[in-house]
């Protein structure tokens, strides 16, 4: 069974820096795509980045220069670093792996101004 955890979410102030894990487990993410995506309060879901099996990568306009993404083979793990974070940013970030449907319990980040 594939499944995602997502952790490093918190309160940060306008500025500040996080970064976010996304643990995988049940198969090896090596050659598969994860993506980030994040839900801001009485909002849709929306795609943060994303990291193609082939490495490539592609963010979101709103987080270009600030974000991000990367993966840890060895554990099992796709990382989002996030900095230069604005009260915008306030959201439950989620990841997702889209060859096995797949999405994490998400993670809570508040950026106060």
């Known amino acids: 069974q594939v499944q995602l955890v997502e952790s490093g979410g918190g309160l940060v102030q306008a500025g500040g820096s996080l970064r976010l894990s996304c643990a995988a487990s049940g198969r090896s993410i090596w050659r598969y795509g994860i993506g980030w995506y994040r839900q801001p309060p009485v909002k849709e879901r929306e795609a943060v980045a994303n990291i193609s099996s082939d490495g490539s990568i592609l963010y979101a306009d709103s987080v270009k220069g600030r974000f991000t993404i990367s993966r840890d083979y060895a554990q099992n793990t796709v990382y989002l670093k996030m900095n230069s974070l604005k009260p915008e940013d306030t959201a439950v970030y989620y990841c997702?792996?889209?060859?096995?449907?797949?999405w994490g319990q998400g993670t809570q980040v508040t950026v106060s101004s």
């Open positions: 997702r792996w889209p060859a096995f449907t797949t």
